[in-house]
């Protein structure tokens, strides 16, 4: 997924994490996904995630489970080349949790456990 995103902003409280990101809808995972109508496929979100996370506790993770996963609304890059990440993370249970918007629309949630690499 090299080039596919760039985290562009990451802001951390107590209780949360928010980033920004940038799509690069010239990747070529759009033109197998779909040709002549991009979308960002589910699985990248989850990347994504993963990567805020490490870019935030500076370790590397891999997802133990994916509890619950909801697509609630498809991402085409050319129409939404910028998303937003509103995540919580447990570091002693490893439990992560995230929204994924655009303009204050949601486009995906994600309920998952995440153990250090």
Same mark, same amino acid.
């Given at each position: 997924?090299?080039?596919? &995103?760039?985290?562009?902003?990451?802001?951390?409280? *107590? +209780? @949360?994490?928010?980033?920004?990101?940038?799509?690069?809808?010239?990747? @070529?995972?759009?033109?197998?996904?779909?040709?002549?109508?991009?979308?960002?496929?589910?699985?990248?979100?989850?990347?994504?995630?993963?990567?805020?996370?490490?870019?935030?506790?500076?370790? +590397?993770?891999?997802?133990?489970?994916?509890?619950?996963?909801?697509?609630?609304?498809?991402?085409?890059?050319? *129409?939404?080349?910028?998303?937003? &990440?509103?995540?919580? &993370?447990? $570091?002693?249970?490893?439990?992560?949790?995230?929204?994924?918007?655009? @303009?204050?629309?949601?486009? $995906?949630?994600?309920? $998952?456990?995440?153990?250090? *690499?």
């Amino acid at each position: 997924m090299q080039n596919f &995103f760039t985290i562009t902003d990451i802001r951390q409280n *107590e +209780s @949360e994490i928010q980033a920004s990101v940038a799509l690069n809808c010239a990747h @070529e995972i759009f033109k197998g996904h779909f040709p002549g109508f991009p979308v960002v496929p589910g699985v990248c979100l989850l990347e994504i995630a993963k990567n805020i996370t490490k870019s935030t506790f500076n370790r +590397s993770f891999v997802y133990s489970s994916v509890d619950d996963c909801k697509f609630v609304s498809l991402i085409n890059p050319e *129409e939404t080349p910028q998303i937003d &990440f509103c995540l919580t &993370f447990d $570091a002693e249970s490893g439990k992560i949790q995230c929204v994924v918007s655009s @303009e204050q629309q949601t486009k $995906a949630k994600i309920k $998952a456990h995440l153990k250090t *690499e």
